[in-house]
C-alpha cells in the first residue's frame, strides 16, 4: 500500500528509546520513516552534588505506558495504510553506562540506577590510578580509560556500599545491567524466565569487555572485584533475543539492542569506515566509524564497538568524544538559574546579540570527559562584565556545545589521521539554527542535519528489521531509507581570524576549571577495595576470581575491626584521662576543669 510522500507501507518495526531524561516508544514503516511515538520524561534523583540516579520502576513503567499509548493509534496507521501485519519487531536503544543491580528472584531493584554522568566514584578512579599507575591501564583491553564515566565502578561502588547488593550477591540472585538489560529481562518475563543479555555496545561500555574477544574480561573483572555470575550474556546487536510476554506486543520478538550513540551513528546510516556524526542530546557525543579494526586514542578518545549486525556478522569499531553536558546544559539554565522558561526560548535570547559578548561558560558540573578526562574540574562562567547580559550567557550555553565538539574533533582527526569535510548531526538541540551556524563556523566544515532528528530511535529500529528481515541487508536499508532522508546543511561563514581568537579564549576557560576539586580517598578500606591482578599473568579462572571477591571480603571485614580497635583505644585513653581529671585532682596531661563546669 502506498503512504505519504509515494512509499509503499507494508509493516511497522518499533523502538524503545530510553534516554537519560525521558523514554519513548517510536513507530517506523519498513521505509524506515517515523509513524507515531509517545514521550514520558522521568525523575532526575540528585542525593548530593555531583550524584545522580534514577527509579528503575519508574523507568520501566514509563516504557510500558509509551508502548500502550502508541498501539492504541495503530489500527489507524494501519487503515492508512492498509497492512494487516502490524508491528513485526522492536528494538531497543539506551543510555549507555547507568547502572542497575536487581535481585532475579524478587525482580526488585535493590538500588537506584545510577546514571553515567554520576561522580560518586570519583574516589575510586583516584585509587585505581594509584594502584595501577596510569588512568590507562586498562585501554588496551577495554578502549577506555579509568573514569567515573563508566559501568564498572559503579557496580563496584554498589557492592562496597549496598548491603542488599552485597547480600544478593552472596546468595547468587544478583544481575547487573545496563539500561537495555533492564528493560529486555522484564519484557521477556522478568522473574518467570526473563533473558538476561546485553549487546557488545553496550558491554563496551562497562570497562569489562574485552574489544578483542567481546567476551567478559577474567583479570579486569578481577582487577575491579566485580563477579561474572552478575554480568549478563553478551550478544550482537541485531537478532532475536526473546519475545514480549505481555501487553500489547506480546509474541512480538525483541531484536535489536544498541547503545543510543550507536544507534543514531546506524540511523545516520553511517554505515562506512571515516563516516561520522554528532548528537547533540543530554550530552554531545561524536563518533567516528573506523572499520573492523579498532583504533586506539592517543588524544584522549574512546575506542568502542559501533554495531555488530548479527550474530555472525563482524563488530564494527569507532572512535568517540563523550561530553557529559550538552542539552542538560540548557535544562539547568531553566530549572536552576530560571533564565528561561522553556528550552526553545534560550534562542530568542541567543539571537539578540550577534556574539557572546566576551563570555564563556564551561558545564564541569561532574568533571569533564573527553579529550580532557579531569574529575577534578568544575562548571564557570567567565568574561562576564557590567554589559553582560541574559543573551551573552544564554549564547555562551548553546556556544560550549559547539566548542566542546570541536575538541573531541580535533582529537578525532589526530588519532585517525584523517580531514573530515562534513558532520552529520543529530538530537533535540540541532534544532537550533543558531547553534548548528555557530558549529559549522568554529569547525570550518559543513554541517549537515537530517530533516527526520529521530536518528536514534531509527538506529534500533533499524537493526530490530535487519533481524526479522524487514531488509535483508543493510545496504538496502540505506537505498530504500535514503529516498526519504532529506538533509539541511550549514556551511561555515566565519574567517579564521575570528575563529581562531574565539577558539583561543575557550582554551583558556577551559584550563581555570581544572583542579578545583581537591584529592579526595574513597573510604577507610582504602588499601582493600581492589584485588588488582598483574596483567602479565594468565586469565584466572572463575573460581579463581570468586575465591579473590571472598579473601577480598574478609580483608574488608579485618580492616574494620582494626580501625575499630583503634578508635575504642582512643575513646578508653580519653575517658580514663577524663575521669582522672574529673575525680582525681589536675594532671600535666589532664589537668582538672574549673569547678563550676560540672556544678
Known amino acids: 500500500t502506498w503512504g505519504p510522500f509515494n512509499r509503499i507501507i507494508e509493516m511497522f518495526i518499533g523502538a524503545i528509546d530510553q534516554g537519560t531524561s525521558s523514554s519513548r516508544f517510536v513507530l517506523f514503516d519498513n521505509n524506515g520513516c517515523k509513524v507515531d511515538s509517545h514521550q514520558m520524561e522521568h525523575t532526575q534523583i540528585t542525593p548530593q552534588p555531583g550524584w545522580c540516579e ?38 531497543i536503544t539506551n543510555q549507555r553506562e ?80 545496563t539500561i537495555d538489560t533492564w528493560i529486555i529481562w522484564n519484557l ?8 538476561h ?45 526473546s519475545t514480549i510476554t505481555d501487553g500489547p506486543l506480546k509474541g512480538v520478538p525483541i531484536a535489536g539492542c544498541i547503545g543510543d550513540q550507536q544507534s543514531a551513528m546506524l540511523g545516520q546510516l553511517c554505515i562506512q569506515p571515516g563516516s561520522a556524526k554528532n548528537t547533540y542530546g543530554t550530552g554531545c557525543f561524536l563518533l567516528l566509524n573506523t572499520g573492523e579494526t579498532p583504533v586506539h586514542s592517543a588524544h584522549g578518545l574512546l575506542t568502542t564497538a559501533l554495531f555488530q549486525l548479527g550474530p555472525h556478522a563482524p563488530c564494527v569499531f569507532a572512535l568517540e568524544g563523550s561530553v557529559a553536558v550538552a542539552g542538560s546544559g540548557v535544562q539547568w539554565l531553566r530549572d536552576q538559574m530560571k533564565l528561561i522558561r522553556c528550552a526553545p526560548e534560550i534562542n530568542s535570547y541567543a539571537s539578540e ?81 543558531l547553534l548548528m551556524q555557530f558549529q ?83 573510604s577507610v578500606f582504602n588499601d ?8 602479565n599473568v594468565e586469565p584466572a579462572s572463575i573460581d579463581q576470581v570468586e ?11 579485618r580492616s574494620f575491626i582494626r580501625y575499630a580497635r583503634v578508635f575504642l583505644t582512643f575513646a578508653a585513653g580519653a575517658f580514663l584521662g577524663w575521669s582522672f581529671a574529673r575525680y582525681g585532682g589536675s594532671s600535666a596531661a589532664f589537668p582538672a576543669p574549673p569547678p563550676h563546669v560540672y556544678n
Open 54 to 91: 534514577h527509579d528503575p520502576l519508574e523507568i520501566l513503567q514509563n516504557v510500558q505506558t509509551c508502548i500502550n499509548k502508541v498501539l492504541q493509534r495503530l489500527p489507524e496507521h494501519q487503515a492508512k495504510s492498509d497492512s494487516k501485519q502490524g508491528v513485526v519487531a522492536v528494538g
Open 98 to 177: 547507568t547502572t542497575v543491580v536487581w535481585d532475579k528472584t524478587t525482580g526488585k531493584p535493590l538500588y537506584n540506577a545510577i546514571v553515567w554522568h554520576d561522580n560518586r566514584t570519583a574516589g575510586l578512579v583516584d585509587e585505581l590510578i594509584k594502584r595501577t599507575g596510569s588512568r590507562d591501564s586498562f585501554r588496551e583491553v577495554c578502549g577506555l580509560p579509568i573514569s567515573t564515566y563508566f559501568s564498572g565502578l559503579k557496580l563496584r561502588w554498589l557492592i562496597d556500599h549496598v548491603p542488599e547488593v552485597q547480600e544478593a550477591i552472596t546468595n547468587d540472585t544478583a544481575l547487573f545491567g
Open 188 to 195: 521477556s518475563g522478568g522473574v518467570n524466565g526473563g533473558v
Open 197 to 241: 543479555v546485553t549487546d557488545v555496545t553496550n558491554a563496551s561500555r562497562t570497562m569489562l569487555m574485552s574489544l578483542a574477544t567481546r567476551d567478559w574480561d577474567t583479570q579486569v573483572c578481577v582487577s575491579f572485584g566485580v563477579p561474572r555470575s552478575v554480568l549478563p550474556r553478551i550478544c550482537s546487536s541485531s537478532e532475536i533475543y
Open 353 to 433: 546579540t550577534n556574539n557572546n559578548g566576551g563570555v564563556y561558560f564551561v558545564p564541569a558540573f561532574s568533571g569533564l570527559l573527553s579529550p580532557y578526562w579531569r574529575d577534578d574540574a568544575r562548571g564557570l562562567f567567565i568574561g562576564l562584565t557590567h554589559a553582560s547580559s541574559r543573551s551573552h550567557i544564554c549564547r555562551a550555553v548553546l556556544e560550549a556545545s559547539a566548542y566542546q565538539t570541536k575538541d573531541v574533533l580535533d582529537a578525532m582527526q589526530k588519532d585517525a589521521n584523517i580531514k573530515l569535510k562534513s558532520l552529520r548531526v543529530d538530537g533535540g538541540m540541532c534544532a537550533s539554527d
Open 440 to 522: 559549522a563556523d568554529i569547525l570550518n566544515i559543513q554541517v549537515e542535519r537530517p530533516t527526520e532528528l529521530e536518528a536514534t530511535a531509527a538506529g534500533a529500529a533499524f537493526a530490530a528489521g535487519l533481524a526479522v528481515g524487514v531488509w535483508p541487508n543493510v545496504d538496502t536499508l540505506a537505498k530504500k531509507a535514503k529516498q526519504f532522508h532529506k538533509s539541511h546543511n550549514f556551511s561555515p561563514l566565519m574567517d579564521d581570524s575570528t575563529r581562531g581568537n574565539f577558539y583561543h579564549h575557550w582554551r583558556k576557560a577551559v584550563q581555570r576549571t581544572f583542579a578545583w576539586v581537591e584529592p579526595r580517598r574513597s
Open 528 to 535: 582493600h577495595h581492589f584485588p588488582l591482578a598483574p596483567h
Open 547 to 557: 575465591t579473590l571477591i571472598q579473601k577480598h571480603d574478609k580483608q574488608q571485614a
